[in-house]
């Protein structure tokens, strides 16, 4: 089942146990997530997460490092960080600003094709790699603004295309969905009957706690696109419910 996920769903797939113990708790777990997915396999892993680490530790950006990073940036006119980063818009300036707060900035030039691209990143923002330079002749209301974002690779979704999830759910038939879903919520489908996975799959419908749990990228949307004709089954008690 594992591996027909992985070859349908292709980068909306990860291996949870291997976001377990990976010395880097400091991410939030989407962001270790995306970078396993995209940067470790099975066979070599061990050897892949260590690159990992790596590159997280080299481009995080700590509170103390702010000052040292802007003096970086400017003095190598290049660097990457791996932080989150917020924009939004200044309607007198008919402008957008973007904010990264791992360097206390608040007046990063960023491309507006980003904020079309990533609308995410006006409600709250979003954790990626951004690439900035350097450039003191970006001047604006007589102040200069050198910080400029030249890409941004995020770490979560931005646009969910649903048609896509309901295209591929055809790929699978309904046990297997059924399967699918329970494992998503850290369960192991194979233990439990097929009663039990209807009632905890009721139960993920109506509680928040599914989106926290799930491996998927987009839980949210699987969920709601594959168990809203779920019903109680039949002969189940208001107390087997709850």
């Known amino acids: 089942m594992n591996t027909k996920l992985k070859e349908v769903f292709r980068d909306k797939v990860v291996n949870k146990a ?3 113990n990976t010395g880097v708790d400091e991410f939030p777990r989407y962001v270790v997530e995306y970078l396993i997915d995209n940067y470790c396999s099975e066979e070599t892993f061990h050897e892949d997460m260590e690159k990992v680490v790596r590159r997280l530790k080299e481009n995080f950006v700590h509170g103390a490092e702010s000052d040292k990073i802007r003096h970086y940036i400017r003095e190598n006119r290049h660097h990457s960080v791996i932080a989150n980063l917020e924009a939004r818009l ?19 030039n960023i491309p507006e094709s980003v904020v079309r691209q990533y609308p995410m990143l ?5 954790w990626g790699t951004i690439e900035l330079t350097y450039d003191e002749t970006e001047i604006h209301n ?3 603004r050198p910080f400029k974002i030249t890409s941004f690779t995020p770490f979560q979704v931005s646009v969910i295309n649903v048609d896509e999830f309901i295209q591929k ?23 439990m009957t097929r009663r039990q996975r209807l009632l905890f799959l009721c139960r993920c419908q109506a509680s ?8 998927w990228r987009c839980p ?9 004709r779920c019903r109680r089954p039949r002969g189940m008690t208001s107390s087997e419910s709850g």
Do not use: Q
């Open 18 to 20: 291997h976001t377990i």
């Open 90 to 108: 200044v309607e007198t300036e008919d402008r957008y600003w973007a904010s990264i707060s791992a360097i206390n900035e608040n007046f990063a």
């Open 122 to 126: 006006l409600s709250g923002g979003m």
């Open 142 to 144: 007589k102040k200069i």
């Open 169 to 191: 759910r055809r790929e699978f038939a309904t046990e297997e969905w059924i399967d699918v879903l329970v494992n998503s919520c850290g369960l192991d489908p194979a233990r």
């Open 208 to 215: 928040p706690r599914w989106e926290k749990s799930s491996a």
């Open 220 to 228: 949210a949307i699987t969920a709601a696109s594959s168990i809203s």
